[in-house]
């Protein structure tokens, strides 16, 4: 924990040589202008005044300035500029591709903790003399990529191509899948 709160502090540390921003409303930071967005439809929720305008139209936007989807955020439109709320809004649509990834790296971090359990269970002498260590059997997932790719891209997809017809073999879905 203690060396993943150093490698932050010191990736912050360099963010100004690494990143160009420009100020919107004030703040540099993008988190706060997010969070400004937030609190601030959440504060105009309930506001009578927003109430009277047109429903099929945005609160205070035009209707070619916003996007439809999200669009409780546009009752920040009374203190917030329009590209901040469209900024909250982009963020929003990366949430369900964050849950995805997610589900990734907790399968992907798997691995490393199932290999190094089993492996201390296991004989892994060779020899008399040469032990392997358990916290060295999650190198071998690497390894059985770095052997099993070629022997996918050479041997499995023009077979595959023989029987689709494809160029690439299968498609791309078909190869996630």
Same mark, same amino acid.
């Given at each position: 924990?203690?060396?993943?709160?150093?490698?932050?502090?010191?990736?912050?540390?360099?963010?100004?040589?690494?990143?160009?921003?420009?100020?919107?409303?004030?703040?540099?930071?993008?988190?706060?202008?997010?969070?400004?967005?937030?609190?601030?439809?959440?504060?105009?929720?309930?506001?009578?005044?927003?109430?009277?305008?047109?429903?099929?139209?945005?609160?205070?936007?035009? +209707?070619?300035?916003?996007? $439809? =989807?999200?669009?409780?955020? @546009? %009752?920040?439109?009374?203190?917030?500029? *329009? #590209?901040?709320?469209?900024?909250?809004?982009?963020?929003?649509?990366?949430?369900?591709?964050?849950?995805?990834?997610?589900?990734?790296?907790?399968?992907?971090?798997?691995? +490393?903790?199932?290999?190094? $359990? =089993?492996?201390?269970?296991? @004989? %892994?002498?060779?020899?008399?003399?040469? *032990? #392997?260590?358990?916290?060295?059997?999650?190198?071998?997932?690497?390894?059985?990529?770095?052997?099993?790719?070629?022997?996918?891209?050479?041997?499995?997809?023009?077979?595959?191509?023989?029987?689709?017809?494809?160029?690439?073999?299968?498609?791309?879905?078909?190869?996630?899948?």
């Amino acid at each position: 924990s203690v060396s993943m709160l150093l490698a932050l502090f010191l990736f912050l540390l360099g963010t100004k040589t690494y990143r160009f921003t420009t100020e919107r409303g004030g703040k540099k930071n993008p988190f706060a202008r997010i969070g400004r967005v937030f609190v601030e439809a959440i504060k105009n929720r309930r506001k009578t005044d927003l109430d009277t305008y047109n429903t099929n139209e945005t609160l205070l936007l035009l +209707p070619d300035q916003n996007s $439809k =989807q999200w669009r409780f955020l @546009d %009752r920040a439109a009374i203190s917030c500029d *329009v #590209v901040e709320i469209e900024e909250a809004k982009a963020v929003l649509r990366l949430v369900p591709i964050w849950m995805t990834c997610l589900v990734y790296a907790i399968v992907n971090a798997q691995s +490393p903790t199932l290999f190094t $359990k =089993q492996g201390a269970t296991m @004989d %892994r002498s060779i020899s008399p003399g040469l *032990v #392997v260590p358990a916290a060295t059997l999650h190198c071998f997932v690497s390894l059985t990529i770095v052997i099993f790719i070629p022997i996918y891209d050479r041997l499995l997809i023009p077979i595959a191509r023989s029987f689709t017809q494809n160029p690439s073999g299968i498609t791309m879905l078909q190869r996630i899948g």
